[in-house]
């Protein structure tokens, strides 16, 4: 199926009677085991544990998660290599082999507080009528509890107004000048119609996000086999998690759960160039509008306008950050020159042509064109 496609989930009850790890992961097997040791120690502890490595030495990797299960409790392990090298790649072929209702499709660089899973499937098991089709865990370093009010603020700022002019204005400057807010890094393209149109209400503890950030994850499988992840992206796949939630949406309410404590570690060592960083979180919302918008020409020029927005607010980030090399900017720039060539592709074979143009921005032009090059996912990229 296409990742575009709408395909209602099961009709019925709403089940959430398990949980699985779910995890896609390239070259940190220390860094996995630790994931899987501490959902391992969660007071719900998952029902299985999925984990797609495209490293070269996941042989090795898987060994060493065996290992902490022995040490820590028995759970049924799926370990595969990837058949891709591309993080969207790994979460489908994930979601596929995991049997349990919810998915937990956090990073390997994310630790789960041990109260976290108990009270995430609470929340879906308190949702008999199945409206929550995804909830995000909140982001707490593992020795601190999180504040509710705060986070829930930091997390959606899109949907609270501050109440003091100095918090006023800081909003102000992160959403309409450096555009950091998730709903500003992403243009929707589903008619009104596509949309999922229903009781908005949520329990008390929980609050509507539009967007759930990759590392927080947690969805219905249901859900998340009718909505595949983007097949047309490699490697890190930015904005990869925004244009999912985005269609997740179609389904139901996406929740964010301050109460539900996860650290992220966002580990850097595996970090792309910032300019091309930059260049791919621009193209990627364009690939999505050409690949999915039924209203190109409006969608477009909206995305047009957004555009201008996004290279204007690298300017101050790289200033801010003393990169005085500008490579941000410079990143943007790189996405403009990439776009007439993309809006020009046409959408029969368009995911296949974008890998191939997404792997020759972060290779560079020396494999030659015209082959659908992969290269490897980095977990840790615009988390």
């Not at 990837?82 to 349990?100: E, V």
């Not at 539009?210 to 983007?230: H, K, M, N, Q």
Request: with cysteine; aromatic share 6%; charged share 20%.
């Amino acid at each position: 199926m296409s990742a575009g496609a709408v395909q209602p989930p099961p009709a019925g009850p709403a089940r959430a009677e398990s949980w699985a790890l779910c995890v896609s992961t390239y070259n940190r097997g220390a860094m996995l085991c630790d994931c899987v040791r501490h959902a391992l120690c969660s007071t719900e502890p998952p029902a299985e544990i999925v984990i797609v490595d495209a490293s070269a030495d996941w042989q090795q990797n898987r060994a060493g998660v065996e290992a902490v299960i022995a040490e820590t409790g028995p759970c049924p392990l799926t370990y595969v290599p990837a058949c891709r090298k591309s993080l969207t790649a790994q979460r489908n072929q994930g979601i596929a082999l995991a049997g349990a209702d919810i998915l937990f499709l956090i990073d390997d660089d994310a630790m789960l507080h041990r109260q976290a899973a108990a009270r995430i499937m609470a929340h879906y098991r308190a949702d008999s009528r199945g409206r929550i089709v995804a909830i995000s865990c909140c982001n707490t370093p593992l020795d601190r509890a999180p504040q509710p009010g705060a986070a829930i603020k930091a997390t959606n700022r899109a949907g609270a107004l501050v109440a003091n002019r100095r918090s006023r204005g800081i909003d102000l400057v992160l959403r309409h000048l450096l555009m950091i807010p998730a709903d500003q890094r992403f243009v929707g393209y589903d008619r009104p119609e596509r949309r999922w149109h229903g009781d908005a209400g949520l329990p008390e503890g929980l609050a509507r996000v539009d967007f759930i950030t990759g590392f927080a994850l947690t969805l219905r499988r249901s859900v998340a086999l009718a909505e595949p992840f983007d097949d047309g992206l490699v490697g890190s796949a930015i904005a990869e998690d925004l244009d999912a939630s985005y269609r997740f949406g179609r389904h139901g309410l996406l929740a964010f759960a301050p109460d539900a404590p996860i650290h992220h570690l966002e580990a850097a060592a595996g970090r792309d160039r910032r300019r091309v960083n930059t260049a791919l979180a621009l193209l990627n919302i364009a690939y999505f509008i050409r690949r999915h918008s039924d209203r190109q020409g409006r969608d477009f020029a909206r995305y047009a306008l957004w555009y201008l927005r996004m290279v204007l607010a690298e300017l101050p980030k790289d200033l801010a950050g003393g990169r005085w090399d500008l490579p941000q900017l410079r990143g943007a720039l790189l996405a403009g020159r990439q776009l007439p060539a993309l809006l020009r592709q046409p959408r029969a074979g368009l995911p296949q042509w974008y890998q191939d143009r997404q792997t020759r921005l972060m290779t560079g032009p020396r494999h030659g064109h015209g082959q659908n090059h992969t290269t490897a996912p980095d977990q840790g990229v615009n988390r």
